[in-house]
């Protein structure tokens, strides 16, 4: 064997070893792998490690007369152990398409070609036909090799025209994986058939294992991906549930006075409650951004409530002509209730309060201002929990941002930028 193939096989052999150690270690230690993965994993990783071992032993028993019989039963381990790799593609093909391999004519198929690959090779065990050992301790092909070879090819086939045929069942990036670990087989072991260049084979186990540690890691980073969506799902809930408004009291309390004294007014009072109660339910239960539209029914019914307890004291100003945008549940109410908790004031001029919204470059932007005791950056820089879950879930479920300012005539200016791909209101 020249030095320069030598080394080729050398290099071939660390890199399946790397990609082995790699696969086996990643299954043992990645925690989101499923027992039922982490099994198939192991063994299917177990076997390259098996070939890579032999095919060692190959080398360094190759050319020496004197292990002719060593040299039989490290062909015979290299067919068997490769041999195994087929219906393992099937089964975990079948696995990732939720299909039972037990009742999958695929997998019968597979199979049953393999059992006739293995019915062949012992055979071979007993004739020249297939495949021999020369007296140098050389592999030498026999006339009947490419039909020992032809049940795996043809497995191979349907593994791949299995593939082919599940490809809607499967991500895109599965999907590529899969062709990447089967294709380069296919190719190979037909070449294999007609001309004798063992490197092939070794190249295209490299490119198989490589694929198939691909496979083992798009699924770790899809199960994360769904962890991690939960987990935020579920922190976007906690910090709606921590926004429970403080006014709901002193509301009741309201009504209950404004039924001796103006019963319409308290009934007018009880609608807007009740519609500012139902979005808080409906916020609470949502998962996803809602459109602008409904949080300004929501901040329109809590400041309407505001407004029958404080009457002449607050005045709002509403300026929306740009609604074609989302954004996450419980944005804006609790910004204009931020802004009459700490700008009303009994004895100082009346609250003015002003919502507006419209289109930029940047995408959507919503602005509240009010004429209240004005922006303290000493304040600012304390813990607001309410603010700072707005700013977090923006980030969170829409790339947007919370920014807040003084007003140059006094008071606060609250303003919201949604990008304008995330923002776009889809639902019209």
């Not at 026999?142 to 090819?153: D, F, I, K, S």
Request: aromatic share 10%; net charge neutral.
């Amino acid at each position: 064997m020249s030095d320069w193939l030598t080394l080729l096989y050398c290099g071939l052999s660390g890199m399946m070893t790397m990609l082995v150690a790699l696969g086996m270690g990643a299954t043992a230690i990645l925690p989101g792998i499923d027992r039922w993965s982490k099994r198939f994993f192991i063994s299917f990783f177990a076997v390259l490690l098996l070939c890579v071992i032999v095919g060692l032993g190959d080398g360094m028993v190759a050319g020496k007369p004197g292990l002719v019989a060593w040299g039989r039963a490290v062909i015979l381990l290299e067919y068997l152990l490769i041999s195994p790799l087929i219906p393992m593609q099937a089964f975990y093909l079948l696995h990732c398409c939720g299909e039972d391999w037990r009742r999958s004519a695929l997998f019968r198929a597979v199979a049953g070609l393999w059992g006739v690959f293995l019915i062949l090779l012992g055979v071979a065990q007993f004739t020249d036909c297939f495949y021999y050992i020369s007296p140098e301790n050389r592999f030498c092909r026999g006339e009947w090799h490419a039909l020992l070879m032809l049940p795996m090819v043809f497995a191979m086939i349907v593994n791949l025209a299995g593939l082919i045929r599940r490809r809607g069942r499967l991500s895109r990036r599965y999907y590529r994986a899969f062709l990447i670990n089967m294709v380069p087989l296919v190719v190979s072991e037909v070449a294999h058939m007609l001309i004798y260049v063992p490197v092939f084979v070794d190249i295209s186990m490299v490119v198989s294992a490589t694929a198939m540690v691909g496979i083992m890691l798009f699924d770790q980073i899809g199960q994360y991906m769904r962890q991690q969506g939960e987990i935020r799902r579920q922190h976007a809930r906690i910090m709606v549930l921590q926004m429970r408004p403080h006014f709901i009291y002193n509301t009741m309390m309201s009504i209950y006075y404004l039924c001796e004294q103006d019963a319409k007014k308290a009934q007018r009072v009880t609608l807007d409650f009740t519609a500012y109660l139902r979005k808080n339910f409906h916020a609470i239960a949502s998962e996803e951004t809602i459109p602008i539209s409904e949080e300004l029914e929501h901040a329109r019914a809590y400041l309407a409530v505001e407004q029958a307890q404080f009457e002449d004291h607050l005045f709002v100003d509403y300026d929306t002509p740009h609604i074609l945008f989302r954004v996450p549940p419980l944005t804006l109410q609790p910004i204009v209730e931020n802004a009459v908790k700490h700008g009303m004031d009994l004895d100082s001029e009346p609250l003015r309060i002003s919502i507006r919204t419209r289109e930029t470059e940047y995408g959507s932007e919503i602005l509240v201002e009010d004429n209240g005791p004005g922006f303290d950056p000493a304040v600012a820089r304390t813990p607001n929990t309410a603010l700072a879950n707005i700013r977090e879930r923006l980030e969170m479920m829409c790339g947007g941002r919370l920014e807040i300012t003084p007003r140059p005539e006094g008071g606060t200016a609250v303003r919201i930028l949604i990008p304008g791909k995330a923002g776009r209101n889809e639902g019209g």
